[in-house]
């Protein structure tokens, strides 16, 4: 029984974090340098900060001691202990046991729609009446009718590019070309699945904190891949050209229900940026730009704050959490 309190507490504890520096990150998040705003690994990694730093504080307070060499429960007799080798009932423990498991639900909950989301899109994608595939820009693309002027790209491993008919029929050569090389960059970048797991962290905090976050994101790469499109088209302003004609045609035209895909263009503001940064980066060094993607970032920050942490100040802030509770029970 003190074993499942400690475990309850221990969720809370890294609920909590997640919550209070997910609004932290989201905060900084708006006011990052234009330079830093624009990078999508520096996105990836401020939006997974949060849960990373959860981590270290669970992984803290599952006694660090015992995991690195040895519990130290013999040595501190005078005060509660946090280990599940001596666990003792205390009122502290069991409220936040109880807060922890509400949490819980409410977290499992979003997860629970968001990867029945996931599996309403790749369905939806399964179904579309494919017209027939284009290879242009180094990668296939796929058309469909019911896009209409919409592209996305789908698919968590194996990711496809689908451009809408209307879309694809109104748009010359060189369009065609920029808008096949702008899905491909999102296909080489494996996006769809950096923004399942992306949006998947977002569970766990305060949905408008999660939500600016992962929207910082998106932004981010978006900006990303019409750079990686501008450098395989050899001409940013083909791609900016196009940008500006696919926003012209989804004016006040009603966005179809397709999931979470990437859309090819965006509208108002985001368009804008866009086009900006496209031809503020026209001379940039055409090497500095890649399409490795934000998983391998994401997966480092979580491993490197995660573990860090726990092994240089993990024991201290285990015994201060002990010390902390035993004064309010």
Known sequence: MNELLLLGFIVTSFLVTVCATSLVCARVGDRLPVRFARSSSMRAALAVLPVALGAAVALSLVSPPSIFGGCHCATHPHHLHLCFEHATFSWSLAVGCALGAV?????????????????????????????RTEHMAGGDVQVAAELGTRAVTVGLFRSKAIVGTALWSRLDADGRRAIAAHERAHVERRDPLTLLCLRLA?????REAGRRLVDGWRRA???ACDRAAARWLGDPYVLASTLVACGRM???ERSPTFGRGTLAAADGDDLEVRVSCLLDGSRDNPRARSTRGD???VGLVM???ALGMTALGGSSAHHAVETILGWVS
Do not use: F, K
């Open 202 to 206: 977002a569970c766990l905090m305060p």
């Open 103 to 131: 949490g819980l639900v409410m977290a499992l909950r979003s997860i629970a729609v968001v990867l029945r989301e996931a599996a309403l899109t790749a369905r939806w994608s399964a179904r579309l009446r494919l017209t």
């Open 295 to 297: 998983l391998l970032e």
């Open 303 to 305: 491993a490197t704050v």
């Open 221 to 223: 790469a978006e900006i």
């Open 250 to 252: 989804q004016l006040g």
